[in-house]
């Protein structure tokens, strides 16, 4: 379940060392080397979800983006760092990409009882 070491893992199987990460593969099991069609990433996504036990309805492709944009907010990373990594331009979409990261760091409740 760690996106890490599963992303470790898929690199050095597959043996990318530059270029698109998400790849197809043949038939032959040989790694192909375009990009995936961004609805095979949805499927992908979906079907992993589903196999968790998870309502594949509610995952997509976004989802890895938004997870990567939380979690990145969640550690401290500035909001322009994150756009140059997900190449977004405009500050108030990148946003909608942050699943309230920090919602209980701050919260005004906090410390009152």
Not at 15 to 25: H, K
Not at 42 to 63: N, T, Y
Not at 85 to 105: G, M
Request: with cysteine; proline share 4%.
């Amino acid at each position: 379940m760690c996106p890490v070491r599963a992303l470790a893992r898929w690199l050095e199987a597959s043996g990318i060392s530059e270029g698109p990460i998400f790849r197809g593969i043949d038939r032959h099991g040989h790694v192909q080397a375009e990009r995936l069609h961004p609805c095979s990433v949805a499927r992908v996504v979906k079907r992993c979800a589903e196999r968790a036990g998870l309502d594949p309805e509610k995952f997509a492709g976004h989802s890895l983006r938004a997870g990567f944009a939380t979690t990145a907010a969640k550690r401290g990373k500035s909001l322009d760092a994150i756009m140059r990594q997900t190449l977004h331009r405009s500050e108030r979409v990148a946003r909608t990409y942050i699943r309230h990261a920090k919602l209980f760091d701050d919260n005004a409740a906090g410390g009152l009882f």
